[in-house]
């Protein structure tokens, strides 16, 4: 199967300061890429999809200016968590579509994950 | 009420058991996922199907949809089986709804 990567896979950042994460579609195209986030012990939530070249759709409930998704090209995805404090620490979750798969299929990455001290 | 529930939440077992974990759901789908996550976090997809039954190795999945129904199974289980098995299902095409997962030990 299609393999997607993340970086870095864990992260520790002071309060205030900005995170970046990637996410990379390694050996195909990703038109679209999902972004996730998961606390212990729940399900994964859905935070905002990205689409190649435009804005990315964020869900009910989600900042677009705290959590800044940029998609600039068809294998990279970045997630950016702005001035962040202590309750944006979670596990985040990225998955992409390949298209010659359908709409159906979506692989996942090995996750990163996030401590704001 | 969750659209998507697992069951059960937590399952224990002893090595070379056979396993099954259940989800159901109720909004209408188009496929249905099952996934693997282990301690660390990252997550394999396990199989993804809309009908019917589909087997890889020793994991077997079913899926009935008139009865919103899938179950996962684990034959001759391992404890290297030993992870969190997350069922999501497709409700339109930009959306995944997961279940809570079942949390899956297996005993040597």
């Known amino acids: 199967g299609a393999v997607v990567s993340q970086h870095p896979s864990w992260v520790i950042c002071k309060s205030g300061t900005s995170v970046k994460i990637e996410c990379r579609s390694l050996d195909f195209q990703a038109t679209t890429m999902f ?18 070249g435009s804005k990315a759709t964020y869900e009910q409930g989600v900042e677009k200016d705290k959590f800044l998704i940029n998609h600039a090209s068809l294998t990279l995805s970045t997630l ?5 404090h202590p309750e944006d620490s979670s596990f985040y979750i990225c ?9 159906d299929t979506q692989y996942f990455g090995p996750g990163t994950r996030l401590t704001v001290l | 009420k969750n659209e998507v529930e697992q069951s059960p939440q937590n399952l224990t077992a002893q090595e ?12 209408g789908i188009s496929a249905l996922h099952w996934l693997q996550q282990h301690p660390g976090g990252g997550i394999v997809s396990l199989f993804m199907l809309s009908s019917g ?6 994991l077997i999945a079913t ?3 008139q009865e919103k129904h899938s179950s996962l199974h684990i034959t001759a289980s391992h404890p290297r ?8 299902v ?7 709804i997961f279940g809570t997962g079942t949390r899956l030990q297996v005993f040597p």
Request: charged fraction near 20%; charge should be positive; include cysteine.
């Open chain 1, 35 to 52: 972004w996730y986030r998961q606390f212990p012990k729940q399900s994964l939530m859905l935070m905002a999809t990205s689409n190649e």
């Open chain 2, 16 to 27: 070379g058991e056979f396993i099954t974990i259940n989800c159901s759901y109720s909004v």
């Open chain 2, 53 to 58: 039954k589909k087997k890889h190795g020793r």
């Open chain 1, 80 to 84: 950016t968590v702005t001035s962040a």
């Open chain 2, 90 to 96: 497709v409700w339109s095409t930009d959306k995944l």
């Open chain 2, 63 to 65: 899926i009935n949809i």
């Open chain 2, 81 to 88: 089986d030993s992870a969190v098995y997350i069922c999501a």
């Open chain 1, 95 to 103: 998955s992409a579509r390949d298209p010659r798969e359908g709409t």
